[in-house]
Structure formats: C-alpha cells, structure tokens
C-alpha cells in the first residue's frame, strides 16, 4: 500500500474518530483517546520541527554551490537565478491576492491551538523603516546561536553566504561540497523516514481537530483547498504560458505536448526529484533545449524553483492567521511572502515535505507549528497539483534561458 492510499485511510479514519468521541465527550475512554492522540500528534509536529532548520541548511547550501557548474556557461546562471525570483515571486502575489479576494479562513472560531499561541509571541508590527533594521539585526548573528535558538532566516543567511564560498572557493573546497551533499542526502532520508508515520500523525491530529472542534472548519479547509488549487491552475495555465510566449518564443500548446509525459509523472509521484530525468528529456528531444542547459537548469530549478509551493506557503500562512482571528498588517504579509520563498528553496523535491518547510513560514509571523493539523488532510492532494506547476516552471526555464544563452553566444560580450 503506498503512501498515498495509507494517507488517505489514516484522514478517513481519523475524522471518523473524531466524530465518535464528539458524541461522548465526557465519557472516561474519550479523555483517554484525546490524551494519547495528543502524544502522537506531539512526536509527528515534534520530528517535523526537529528536522527543520538541518534541512533549510543543508538544502540551501547544496542548491547554491550547484551554482559551480554555471561558470562553463557565462551569464546564464544569472538569467537562470532571475527567472526563478520572477515566477516565484509572481507566484507569490497570486498567491495572496486570492487568499484576500476569497477571504479563506475567516468567520471561524477555533480554539484548539490557543494553548500553543500562548508560548508564540506574535512579531510587533514592524513600520517600512525599521524593517530593514530589525531585519539585520536579527539575521546577521552568530550563527550557532541562529542553530540553537531555532532562527531560521539567519541559518538561511549563512547557507547562502556558505554556499556562496563553496562556489568561489572551486575545487580546494571539494571535501566541503561532498559532505554537504551527503549531509543533505541523509536529511532527506530522515524526512522521508517522518513521512512514514504522517498516516499515524495526521490520523491523531484529524482525530483531535474533529472531537474538539466545531465542523464549520471542514467547509472552510474545503474552501481553502478549492482556492488554492484554482490559483495554482491559474498560474500554471495563464502566467507561466503567457511568460514562455513573451520570453521563450515558443507556442505554450508546443509547450505542452511535449512536457506532457513530465507533467503526468508529477502528478502522479507527488515528487520534482523523482520526476527530473524525465523533466530532462523533455525538455531535450520535445522542446528543443540544448543538453549542457537543461542538465544545468533543471537539476538547479529542481532545488530552488518552486513556484508551487511558494504560493501553496503563503496562502495557507493567511488561511491559518484568518482561522486564529489574527489580522496580519502590510509588513507582516511581506514577511510571510519573503519566507514563503525561502522555504520553497529549501523544500525537498519529495512527496509532502512541503509541510516540513511550511512550520517555517508560521513562524515568521510567530503563528504556531502545530497549525499545520489543519493543512494535513488536504496537503498530499494540493501537493500533487503544486508539484505539477513546480516541475513545468523548470522545463519552461529551461527554454528561456537556452533561447538567451544562444543569443549571448552570438553577441559579443
């Protein structure tokens, strides 16, 4: 039985639980199974927060010094690094725009994570021009200090700044950028080892949230769902399309039938890693994409494009703040966006892991770990669409930089 189908039954049975103990609230077995499915729930969401800052740094670190390999092609990391930010942060705005236009998450009082907003401390609103400051002053730290105290923007400063040294530094630091590899590698082993038992946390957690709270949230996490998955649509049938019609040159139906093979896979494996030696070869013999480009593009957009998750990130941050009754100002959305982006380049390209990364956009804004409950029974679903647009944006920058990096090949430089 794979992953998928246990899931599906754990979601299936926790709600069926949870309907159980909603009918005898006071009875002895019910304050029982509501004490040991909080255990349960505790370990999951406990494994997922201890996994989280080793996987940011090692995910970053490895995806940046990957960036060695565009000194054989001159400027076209650069158009490479350019187009990611661009679809992503695009990505982004579409994201948040529609979780305000549909309002997701709003008219709900839920109670069961108020225990767990008493220990956050929400950021105090911050003003445009202290942004910057509170900002430095908060990621320019020692950084095992930055390890220890959990700070997640800071540890993904210094694996950018480290990244970067592994890139400039060549082949005397070899040994480095082995031992990153392979740490990120065992990372990624330990995260598919949690998911595991994400059909026994999200059965506890489902269990909890149905038996302690009102069911008005499943129509809005319905709601939700049927959002965010229009807006991803949206973007990878419209933006995206419509930015390889302007800056590819290419029909997006051309696009289309020749990613079709890559596509289907992701949307069956849930996974941008599994599927990019397919994405590859798409991108070769259907879409006309040089070899020593996509073998440079893909693999890198692979780790640090993810357009998908991005907005899937940031929507579900406003649909969580919504759900807690808190109003998240200006500033406060910008820095759920610039994290939303930091995640989704440090988000493995397995099925799911996205939750991993998403407890790191909560944080920003001081909402608690443990609201990701509310995201677990629909994530693998919304996961399978998002991985589809994650793995199309690679092969589509793919072609706009191929197109570019002939023209600067013609030119002179």
Not at 123 to 139: C, G, R
Not at 335 to 350: D, E, K, Y
Request: proline content about 4%; glycine content about 8%.
């Amino acid at each position: 039985m794979n992953l998928n189908t246990q899931i599906l039954i754990a979601a299936i049975a926790g709600v069926g639980l949870g309907l159980l103990l909603t009918s005898y609230p006071q009875a002895d077995f019910a304050q029982t199974t509501l004490y040991v499915l909080g255990i349960l729930s505790s370990i999951f969401i406990g494994l997922l927060k201890m996994l989280l800052i080793p996987l940011i740094f090692s995910s970053i670190v490895v995806g940046v010094s990957n960036l060695q390999a565009g000194g054989e092609f001159g400027r076209v990391w650069k158009i490479t690094a350019l187009s990611c930010v661009t679809t992503t942060t695009l990505a982004l705005i579409l994201g948040i725009s529609c979780a305000h236009l549909f309002d997701v998450g709003k008219g709900v009082d839920i109670t069961l994570f108020q225990s767990a907003m008493q220990n956050h401390q929400t950021p105090d609103t911050l003003t445009p021009s202290s942004f910057l400051t509170n900002f430095i002053q908060n990621t320019l730290i020692n950084p095992f200090k930055a390890f220890s105290e959990g700070n997640v923007l800071a540890v993904v400063v210094f694996a950018l700044f480290l990244g970067v040294a592994l890139v400039k530094g060549g082949e005397r630091f070899n040994t480095v950028r082995q031992l990153s590899q392979q740490f990120f590698e065992m990372m990624m082993m330990l995260v598919s080892w949690v998911m595991k038992l994400a059909p026994l946390g999200i059965f506890a957690l489902l269990a909890k949230l149905i038996a302690t709270e009102d069911l008005s949230v499943l129509s809005r996490l319905a709601e939700f769902a049927f959002v965010v998955t229009g807006t991803t649509i949206f973007h990878g049938l419209v933006v995206l399309p419509t930015l390889l019609w302007i800056f590819g040159k290419m029909n997006p139906l051309t696009f289309f039938r020749g990613a079709r093979a890559a596509l289907v896979t992701a949307f069956a494996t849930s996974s941008s890693s599994a599927t990019m030696p397919l994405s590859m070869r798409c991108a070769q013999e259907n879409l006309g994409v040089r070899p020593q480009t996509a073998g440079f593009v893909i693999p890198l957009g692979t780790q640090l494009n993810m357009d998908g998750t991005a907005l899937y990130e940031a929507a579900a941050a406003l649909f969580i703040a919504n759900l807690m009754g808190l109003d998240l100002s200006l500033t406060q959305q910008f820095i759920v966006c610039l994290t939303a982006m930091i995640a989704s380049l440090g988000a493995p390209g397995i099925p799911s892991a996205g939750m991993v990364t998403m407890i790191m956009v909560l944080q920003s804004v001081g909402l608690p770990a443990e609201a990701i409950a509310i995201l677990l029974p629909i994530d693998r679903l919304l996961d399978t669409v998002r991985t589809v647009v994650n793995v199309q944006g690679d092969m589509m920058i793919s072609v706009v930089v191929d197109r570019y990096a002939k023209q600067t090949e013609i030119e002179p430089s």
